[in-house]
DNA sequence: TTGCTCCTCACGTCACGTGAGGTGGC
DNA sequence: TTGCTCCTCACGTCACGTGAGGTGGC
């Protein structure tokens, strides 16, 4: 048995494990009931649980998934319909990923979705790269800005 | 004469300069008019010069500024608010830079200014940073992504 | 004079913030 | 029963987008 089915099998048998109320879940994952709400509304999550009164309740993985988004919101500036598009090929790859070893997907049709999602990640990369190098770019001059200040405050 | 000195002389005897009208300034800043006219609004920016008719004309400053703008946005997340602090600031510092020789100020003040200057910047830094940071390990655990991606395509 | 660009309202949008008023759960 | 939390509208906000209707400049 590899690793990945492994730790697929673990997920598959976890324990009902417990769920958390919106102000709690929001607590956590550093955001406001409202945004769980409204990422909700747009389909970006689907808290695992409700109470029979109708109230949401969140697992470990809806708040990880929040807190994915919020990467991508605030480290690239995604907006939520662009991080849509992006999460749904994430939760594309992973049921590939569990599926891996039943056959449920046709070999062929299994690997033309896993290049294409490899693209996709892989189109994220550069546009992370290019973000990366820009902070870069910033950083130095801002450094520059604060030598010349420096110089100003020494001299003399 | 220093080196800023002469800079400084050299932009205070700069000629005229072709002005933009608000389209051709847009275009190059890479923004809509809309966005010009907005951060004229909020007092970001403010034209260097305009037609008899009222229409708005801007030097090539003006653009740098913008752009200045934009990269507070863009890249730190920063909002229109945070923004004109920093902007402000900035300019502080460009007056005092200007104003070296010239005493204009007292030495006392233009230091404690200087200094204040200096920590308002080097807050920037840290910011960005943590943001450099920030999106460094982002990029890792996107690579691990790709990488098993990669595996699932590779293997058998 | 004819286009094109500029102007100022002013309403729309995205990603929520912020109450209003009412029900659920320990 | 009393608080506290949750629920669903629904209007407000920020940083503009997008016409509407009118004037300026080559």
Do not use: W
């Amino acid at each position: 048995v590899s690793k990945a089915a492994a730790a697929a099998v673990a997920v598959a048998e976890a324990p009902p494990a417990k769920l958390l109320a919106i102000g709690e879940a929001a607590r956590c994952a550093g955001v406001s009931e409202r945004a769980l709400r409204y990422y909700q509304e747009l389909g970006l999550i689907t808290p695992s649980g409700c109470s029979p009164g109708g109230a949401r309740r969140y697992s470990e993985a809806d708040l990880e998934r929040v807190a994915r988004i919020r990467e991508f919101q605030t480290l690239l500036g995604l907006n939520l319909d662009e991080i849509a598009v992006v999460l749904h090929n994430e939760d594309r790859m992973a049921e590939i990923r569990a599926a891996y070893h039943s056959q449920e997907v046709g070999g062929q049709e299994r690997r033309a979705l896993l290049v294409e999602g490899l693209a996709l990640q892989e189109e994220l990369r550069s546009t992370v790269m290019a973000k990366r190098n820009a902070l870069d770019g910033f950083l130095a001059d801002l450094n520059t800005r604060i030598g010349r200040i420096r110089d100003l405050i020494t001299e003399e």
